[in-house]
């Protein structure tokens, strides 16, 4: 027998165990020797029978006295039911429930050990369904940490210990991941000893050692893999693009405001990268309202400026409709030429064509234009801008000399899918074909600081952890039930001034977004809203089941003052700038995670006005009180992370990492050292060759975990 043999050539592995075990992806001995438990149930106190251990979790170990089937025809069962005697002569009844078969090994005058339960039934101790060995065994399945694997229709975790003990041995010539230096310097197990304690843990303090060499194993597989990619990354050629002082300071200068420092920062970080001849991959991470737009303003004026396109991509239409309307702005004393190219808008706006009548009378003018025509100004470099949904990209639009692609994520895509936006970027040229653009990715979650070592080592970071200085923070209060009228009257005297207000509610099930039942719940609250408390309002009303022009109309409305509240449903993204809206009321706040609730909250506040935002909430809850003590992204974000786990950020469940790792998350030390270890090794040894388990572990992970 070695790692490799198939589970189903072993003699006990009967084709139907094969099968349960192969719908788990169980297919060789080392499938199953990393199949690890997902807790255990700690049975290691063996006691004796005394009342002080009623209702505790305990191992008895007695004498067989008695044991017998007894069936009961009203409930159609069969009782199996044993009585023992410990060391000091008291009896236990232990029953268990339609196992009637089990009575073959329960024989009288033989030891046995029962973990359980214990209780007292007419004076008798008894354990109904404990778990049992016989006392002559190994401690497996009582008097110790037993391993509870994952469950699984028609694989017991009695079974699969019972099949593990046996095949641990063929571990003990695993090649280790690890080498024993590494092992050596961090006190690390070595993988047999790892999995033995994994899976048969002699102690907490041994079972913990154990899942800290797994963490690390799998953060070290992690850290070589993004630099790998970063590596590839760099290796590609970029159009190198000149830093031009004057022209950006006089930018700069005409701004309405003064850039923060952590805005200039990240502004002169890129216009670095820009220079260089390899491409840039940059992640620009800042809270809602940290001013991200300008940011990426300069980086593409420089570019265009130099002669080349800029494309900038964002997650819905309507938010690039409002880029669109940003950079027309910020732009408009630029000779440059800007579209908008989505499914529903095809707009231009051309310098020179521009009059008096154009197409749209908001704040900007542009033109529409026919799809084909724009296409055509887009290939012919024609157009210096362009704006649209990350389809821009997908689709078939070809360019003249794009040099710089900006995505603006919000907080919507996962890593894989960034990690196919990233490839699409890459195979963009710049028309000669000897270039790919650089890139710069920017997200509104303020991310962790541990998380974008661990997730997003293969990029470069620059960070907006400061806000504008005229911002007046948002005052947050959690509001409990019967106090929610005191709010509704403030609303009412808000509105009557001129304020509006956001109304968000969670889904009764997040899995029903934009179904009929979201539909459903939305429309009872948005007129339970209109006709009871607030008759004497316009309200307006968001869910998903709207096609995006009704949305696009809706918020149009709110922002021409037309409603005065909108109710909208979680699932809606409500990204667009809507200056005048001062109130932010989140509905039984309770079910949303802080960072969740930060970005609610963060769509207020970005106006003149003092802006409020108000957590309803059936339960006093310690959790959602952070909201009221700080307006910081990351600090809130970092405060999540501990609370309910990294999962939230950004669909990293979908990464496919194991649930050691996910829980290591948190642990800096442990992802700094598998950092430096990871370029450490590859330095000296690029392509793994002088340590052919790793390589081959590396092989397998990459294949199945996707990462920037
Ligand atoms: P986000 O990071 O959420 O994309 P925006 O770029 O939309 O933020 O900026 C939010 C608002 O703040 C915009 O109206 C923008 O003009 C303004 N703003 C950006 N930077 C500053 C600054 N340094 N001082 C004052 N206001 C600013
Ligand atoms: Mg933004």
């Avoid at 043999?5 to 165990?17: G, S």
């Avoid at 005297?493 to 009929?516: H, N």
């Amino acid at each position: 027998m070695s790692l490799n043999t198939p589970l189903k050539n072993l003699p006990r592995v009967t084709p139907k165990y094969a099968q349960a075990l192969a719908k788990l992806g169980l297919l060789t001995v080392r499938d199953l020797l990393f199949h690890l438990p997902a807790r255990y149930d700690d049975f290691r106190r063996t006691v004796a029978l005394l009342e002080e251990y009623l209702e505790q979790t305990v191992t008895i170990e007695g004498r067989i006295i008695k044991a017998k089937n007894i069936r009961t025809w009203k409930k159609r069962m069969t009782i199996t039911e044993v009585f023992i005697m410990d060391d000091n002569e008291i009896e236990m009844k232990a029953v268990w429930f339609n196992q009637s078969y089990i009575l073959d090994s329960l024989i009288v005058g033989s030891t046995i050990r029962l973990s359980g339960k214990l209780s007292m039934d007419d004076d008798v101790f008894s354990m109904s369904n404990p778990a049992w060995e016989r006392s002559a065994r190994d401690a497996t399945n009582t008097g110790c940490l037993v391993p509870i694997y994952p469950e699984t229709k028609g694989l017991t975790s009695k079974w699969l210990r019972w099949q593990i003990k046996i095949l641990l041995e063929a571990a003990r010539e695993m090649p280790d991941v690890l080498s024993a230096e590494l092992r050596e310097k961090y006190h690390l197990y070595d993988i047999f000893t790892a999995l033995t304690e994994l899976h048969f843990p002699e102690s907490r303090e041994k079972l913990l050692r154990a899942q800290k060499r797994m963490a690390f194993q799998e953060m070290f597989l992690v850290q070589l893999q993004t630099q790998k990619i970063k590596k590839d990354w760099a290796g590609k050629k970029s159009l190198s693009i000149v830093f031009d002082e004057k022209l950006i300071q006089s930018f700069v200068k005409k701004l309405p405001f003064t850039l923060t420092d952590a805005q200039r920062k990240s502004t002169f970080e890129i216009l670095k990268d820009l220079e260089k001849p390899q491409p840039m991959n940059r992640l620009l991470n800042g809270d809602v309202g940290s001013g991200k737009t300008v940011v990426a303003a300069v980086a593409a004026l420089q570019v265009v400026s130099a002669g080349h396109q800029v494309a900038i991509m964002a997650p819905t239409e309507v938010l690039a409709k409002q880029h669109f309307e940003s950079f027309c702005e910020l732009f408009k004393d630029y000779d440059f030429n800007i579209a908008l190219l989505t499914n529903s808008y095809k707009l231009l706006n051309k310098k020179s064509e521009l009059n008096s009548d154009s197409e749209l009378s908001s704040d900007f003018l542009a033109l529409a234009i026919k799809r084909d025509e724009l296409l055509d100004e887009i290939k012919s470099g024609e157009i210096n801008l362009i704006i649209g949904t990350h389809a821009l990209i997908q689709k078939d639009v070809a360019f003249k000399n794009m040099a710089l692609v900006i995505i603006d994520e919000q907080h919507r895509f996962g890593v894989a899918q960034r990690a196919a936006l990233q490839q699409e970027t890459a195979s963009i040229n710049d028309g000669a074909k000897k270039t790919i653009p650089h890139l710069l990715t920017m997200t509104a979650t303020p991310i962790p600081r541990t998380l974008s070592i661990a997730f997003f080592g293969s990029l470069d970071l620059s960070i907006l952890d400061e806000m504008p200085k005229n911002r007046k923070p948002i005052i947050t209060t959690v509001v409990a039930p019967e106090e929610n009228h005191k709010i509704y009257a403030l609303i009412k005297s808000e509105i009557k001034k001129g304020r509006q207000v956001f109304i968000i509610f969670p889904l009764i099930d997040e899995s029903l977004s934009a179904t009929m039942a979201e539909v459903k719940a939305a429309t009872t609250e948005h007129q339970r809203l209109s006709e009871k408390v607030f008759p004497e309002f316009k309200l307006g009303l968001l869910h998903g089941k709207l096609k995006p022009k009704e949305k696009e109309e809706v918020m149009q409305k709110f922002k021409n003052r037309e409603f005065d509240i909108l109710v909208s449903t979680s699932v809606v993204e409500v990204g667009v700038d809507i200056p005048n809206a001062s109130i932010m009321i989140i509905e039984n706040a309770e079910r949303f995670g802080l960072s969740q609730l930060h970005q609610f909250r963060g769509r207020v506040g970005r106006g003149a006005h003092q802006s409020y935002c108000f957590l309803f909430s059936q339960k006093k809850s310690e959790r959602l009180r952070t909201l009221e003590k700080t307006n910081d992204g990351f600090v809130i974000a970092e405060a999540d992370l501990k609370l309910r786990g990294p999962g939230q950020f950004f669909g990293v469940v979908q990464s496919g990492l194991p649930d050691i790792t996910m829980e290591n998350l948190t642990n800096v030390k442990l992802i700094k050292f598998a950092q430096e270890e990871a370029s450490a090794i590859l330095k000296v040894d690029p392509q793994l060759k002088k340590h052919p388990p790793l390589a081959d572990a590396l092989q397998k992970f990459s294949e199945h975990i996707h990462l920037e």
